[in-house]
Nanobody, 121 residues
Framework: QVQLVESGGGLVQPGGSLRLSCAAS????????MAWYRQAPGKQRELVAH???????DYADTVKDRFTISRDNAKNTVYLQMNSLKPGDTAVYYC???????????????WGQGTQVTVSS
């Protein structure tokens, strides 16, 4: 089985920083895209940032210049460095990975369980 385990969420004051981590484990041949999504209460899940296996990144306009996504392919881990946090960033953050389990199989989507980020004074 494949698991994505997130860590690093919590409560932070406006203007503060947090770093989220997500480690993929299990039967993994390769990982294509990795990404972070978030879902605030009463809102749809939205894409925050994604990164390809080659390191190409893209961000939602609302987090550009504040958040940085990165990955360590050797550790099957993706990170999200969040700076200058605002109350509007409060949400459950979910890790996503597009994973191929075996050489001859296709890629399948996997999700983490989510980690709460609360920005409040």
């Amino acid at each position: 089985q494949v698991q994505l385990v997130e860590s690093g969420g919590g409560l932070v004051q406006p203007g503060g920083s947090l770093r989220l981590s997500c480690a993929a484990s299990g039967s993994i041949f390769s990982i294509n895209v990795m990404a972070w999504y978030r879902q605030a209460p009463g809102k749809q899940r939205e894409l925050v940032a994604h990164i390809t296996s080659g390191g190409i990144t893209d961000y939602a306009d609302t987090v550009k210049d504040r958040f940085t996504i990165s990955r360590d392919n050797a550790k099957n881990t993706v990170y999200l460095q969040m700076n200058s946090l605002k109350p509007g960033d409060t949400a459950v953050y979910y890790c996503y990975a597009d994973i191929r389990k075996y050489f001859l199989t296709g890629n399948l989507p996997y999700w983490g369980q989510g980690t709460q980020v609360t920005v409040s004074s």
